[in-house]
């Protein structure tokens, strides 16, 4: 393996490992109701939350890769259980 495909690998991890927490957080829930502060910024730096600022400030919002991911995530679970 090479380390691209590493770091590929940690990031489609870290989404199935999450992926309830994150789909919540796709729908609005603040990113800090459900992880720790060195979680989030570990999410920031491998490219899952971004930050986007706004008039009330700063939130963290899935970046569309990781939000792309998801989905495929979600519908292979759907499939799998035949709903």
């Known amino acids: 393996m ?3 495909d590493l770091v590929e690998q940690n990031f489609r991890n870290i989404i199935h490992f999450n992926r309830y927490k994150l789909t ?3 729908n609005g829930s603040n990113a800090t109701n459900h992880f720790n502060q060195s979680r989030r910024k570990m ?3 491998e490219g899952i939350l971004v930050r986007v600022y706004g008039r009330g ?3 963290l919002k899935l970046s ?9 995530l979600l519908e292979e679970k759907r499939a799998y259980n035949g709903d």
Not at 64 to 72: F, W
């Open 43 to 45: 999410m920031i730096t």
């Open 2 to 4: 090479t380390e691209l």
């Open 57 to 59: 400030g700063c939130r």
């Open 64 to 72: 569309e890769k990781a939000s792309h991911l998801l989905d495929i």
């Open 24 to 26: 919540r957080i796709r």
